[in-house]
């Protein structure tokens, strides 16, 4: 066969959450290109392939992105059955787009495989659905990270109008929460850390708006990546999630009398 790149998401974590072509696909690959975020248990199924980490660790350099580019460029041309594995979906916020668009003008012929974002993984496994009749039929994910990225995205919403997913947004959450209350949320909207959603240490914070500045001062965040989600439905983390909690605000209680879980 010729050389071939898959753009490959490994879901949140846990290897039983990947699709059946993601674990066919890099169970045949002959090099693996992936990301900090994708877990050990998934990389142990590119049992036939060199394997390199080209993503950010803390305190390290990454591969940057140009050199990404080449490095699936040439192995392809080599004739090598190459797999870029991202964590969740390649096209959320993981530069899948960038890379399929370097292939593509290199003539190098590549597929997408979706996989399973922590933006809608995170929420469910700490039972926290992103929609639901009659409280929010509709939600907006965007990047913590970046202020100037999620302003007009959530300032143009009218407050509460649906349930937002903030990635990469720990280290930023104090200005999202202050953000959302000064554009007129309420300041007692349940808000959510999910933590390590999949893996072995999965832990939620449950409070409100008002507390997710302190969400998690004790104990330490450590290095799990973490999503953030602020809308009424977090309410029913404490009646449908089956996650340990480090911090669960009363608002869980008062929400399986109120959505009439008991
Ligand atoms: C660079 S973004 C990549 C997102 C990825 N492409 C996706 O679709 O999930 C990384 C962010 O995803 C979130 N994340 C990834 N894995 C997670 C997990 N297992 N639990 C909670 N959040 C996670 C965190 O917000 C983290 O900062």
Known sequence: MKGFVWLVGAGPGDPDLLTRKAARVIEEAELVLYDALVSNETLDLAR??????????????????????????????????????????????????????????????????????????????????????????????????????????????????????????????????????????????PAAVVLGASREEARVWTGTLADLPDALASPPIDDLPGTIVVGEVVSLAGVLGQMPFVHARPVAARAAVRFGAQ
């Open 48 to 189: 036939r392939a060199q394997r390199f980490s080209v993503g950010k660790r803390a305190g390290k350099k990454s591969v940057d992105q140009e050199t990404i580019h080449a490095l699936m460029i040439r192995a392809a041309r080599r004739g090598k059955r190459v797999v870029r594995l991202k964590g969740g979906d390649p096209f959320v916020f993981g530069r899948g787009g960038e890379e399929g668009l370097a292939l593509a003008r290199a003539g190098v012929p590549f597929e997408v495989v979706p996989g399973v974002s922590s933006a809608v993984a995170a929420p469910a496994l700490a039972g926290i659905p992103l929609t639901h009749r009659g409280v929010a039929s509709a939600f907006v994910v965007v990047s913590g990270h970046d202020p100037a990225a999620y302003r007009p995205v959530l300032g143009g919403m009218a407050p509460a109008s649906a349930t937002v997913v903030a990635l990469m947004g720990l280290a930023g959450r104090r200005g999202l929460a202050a953000f959302l209350i000064d554009r007129g949320w309420s300041a007692a909207t």
